[in-house]
């Protein structure tokens, strides 16, 4: 039998970085967000030879293993070996020999959240394998307590439930992790306008969020009167964000964007970059209303308000770059697996 997964990517529209612990548990955290058409998947393949084979694109990590309970979290593919050491921890399964691989639309450090939603990937896959009792909130729990808890990396908690949950929704982050998800309902000129109105573009530039969002940690944990007055602002720009949206007022939504941008490189040095100043430059100067970086920033995509008529002129002119612009569209599914199983035509079977 076979057993696929996939879960998709989001847009992080407006307070970023609330999410983060010790913010979050001192203050409370809002973000708006919204999953789009690229996507993260995992394919899980039964095997009988008792062992365990790993094919990790976006970890680069191609390797096989011993059937074991555990495996040893070394560095290579540690999302994939994470999850599996947490479901053979937390659920009474006897190990079972399999290849799993997994693979992404968008590269990693793009601030699209491809990490968390691999992890979250990954869960769907082998709930759906072993038929594990978790909902939405239950899988993006434990990928949440995977990277954070079991693997020790630094990061906030939106896009979980973002991969879990999918579409555009309004999520609250109180103290002791827990987490309300509120998803909004869009009217469809909405989405259409907003898909006309915004461009994601690659910077070219990957990087690792975590020095980031430690920085970030370390400002709030200090009391850095400066962070800590940016961060709030950031925070109510996505309540002030989710009345524009659900009023499709694009000229608030555009205002609300840019300044929360100017706020968030308040929160630590490397935010932002001559590259993506550069980008933000060149797409103002092409006709840009506003733009932010998805994301902790520090490289990945950025995304740009643009009057529809404009959007044509501003691609052209972030061709001269070193980056490309990435078509997209938002989505309302949140992660789904499902099974193949096997056939005796499989061999035959034409795509």
Same mark, same amino acid.
């Given at each position: 039998?076979?057993?696929?997964?996939?879960?998709?990517? $989001?847009?992080?529209?407006?307070?970023?970085?609330?999410?983060?612990?010790?913010?979050?548990?001192?203050?409370?955290?809002?973000?708006?967000?919204?999953? =789009?058409?690229?996507?993260?998947?995992?394919?899980?393949?039964?095997?009988?030879?008792?062992?365990?084979?790993?094919?990790?694109?976006? &970890?680069?990590?191609?390797?096989?293993?011993?059937?074991?309970?555990?495996?040893? =979290?070394?560095?290579?593919?540690?999302? =994939?070996?994470?999850?599996?050491?947490?479901?053979?921890?937390?659920?009474?399964?006897?190990?079972?020999?399999?290849?799993?691989?997994?693979?992404?639309?968008?590269? /990693?450090?793009?601030?699209?959240?491809?990490?968390?939603?691999?992890?979250?990937?990954?869960?769907?896959?082998?709930?759906?394998?072993?038929?594990?009792?978790?909902? !939405?909130?239950?899988?993006?729990?434990? /990928?949440?307590?995977?990277? $954070?808890?079991?693997?020790?990396?630094?990061?906030?908690?939106?896009?979980?439930?973002?991969?879990?949950?999918?579409?555009?929704?309004?999520?609250?982050?109180?103290?002791?992790?827990?987490?309300?998800?509120?998803?909004?309902?869009?009217?469809?000129?909405?989405?259409?306008?907003?898909? &006309?109105?915004?461009?994601?573009?690659?910077?070219?530039?990957? $990087?690792?969020?975590?020095?980031?969002?430690?920085?970030?940690?370390?400002?709030?944990?200090?009391?850095?009167?400066?962070?800590? /007055?940016?961060?709030?602002?950031?925070?109510?720009?996505?309540?002030?964000?989710?009345?524009?949206?659900?009023?499709?007022?694009?000229?608030?939504?555009?205002?609300?964007?840019?300044?929360?941008?100017? !706020?968030?490189?308040?929160?630590?040095?490397?935010?932002?970059?001559?590259?993506?100043?550069?980008?933000?430059?060149?797409?103002? /100067?092409?006709? &840009?209303?506003?733009?932010?970086?998805?994301?902790?920033?520090?490289?990945?995509?950025?995304?740009?308000?643009?009057?529809?008529?404009?959007?044509?002129?501003?691609?052209? &002119?972030?061709?001269?770059?070193?980056?490309?612009?990435?078509?997209?569209?938002?989505? !309302?599914?949140?992660?789904?697996?499902?099974?193949?199983?096997?056939?005796?035509?499989?061999?035959?079977?034409?795509?």
């Amino acid at each position: 039998m076979i057993i696929r997964s996939k879960a998709p990517l $989001r847009l992080g529209l407006a307070g970023g970085g609330s999410d983060v612990s010790p913010y979050s548990d001192m203050y409370g955290g809002l973000i708006l967000n919204a999953t =789009i058409n690229l996507y993260t998947y995992t394919t899980i393949e039964e095997r009988d030879d008792g062992g365990i084979e790993i094919d990790s694109y976006d &970890a680069d990590c191609h390797k096989a293993y011993p059937l074991s309970r555990e495996l040893t =979290i070394d560095g290579e593919a540690s999302l =994939i070996k994470g999850v599996y050491n947490r479901v053979m921890r937390d659920f009474d399964v006897e190990p079972r020999s399999f290849k799993i691989t997994t693979y992404n639309d968008a590269p /990693a450090g793009s601030g699209l959240g491809t990490s968390s939603t691999m992890v979250v990937c990954i869960i769907k896959a082998f709930v759906e394998w072993l038929s594990l009792p978790l909902g !939405d909130y239950e899988i993006a729990r434990m /990928a949440y307590e995977v990277e $954070r808890k079991d693997l020790q990396l630094s990061g906030g908690k939106q896009d979980q439930y973002a991969a879990a949950f999918g579409g555009f929704n309004f999520m609250e982050f109180l103290e002791n992790d827990m987490v309300i998800v509120n998803p909004l309902k869009i009217k469809r000129w909405i989405v259409d306008e907003l898909e &006309a109105s915004l461009l994601l573009y690659f910077t070219g530039r990957s $990087r690792s969020s975590a020095a980031i969002i430690d920085q970030q940690k370390a400002n709030t944990s200090k009391g850095e009167n400066k962070s800590v /007055a940016a961060m709030h602002r950031i925070k109510q720009s996505a309540k002030d964000m989710k009345l524009a949206l659900l009023k499709g007022d694009m000229q608030t939504f555009a205002r609300i964007l840019g300044k929360a941008w100017e !706020d968030k490189k308040q929160m630590a040095d490397a935010i932002t970059n001559p590259v993506i100043e550069e980008a933000f430059n060149t797409a103002m /100067a092409a006709g &840009a209303i506003a733009g932010k970086v998805s994301g902790a920033g520090g490289g990945g995509f950025c995304m740009f308000m643009v009057e529809p008529t404009k959007k044509k002129a501003v691609t052209e &002119a972030l061709k001269a770059l070193n980056g490309f612009v990435m078509p997209f569209n938002f989505t !309302d599914g949140g992660a789904h697996g499902w099974k193949i199983y096997p056939t005796d035509d499989v061999n035959k079977m034409k795509y």
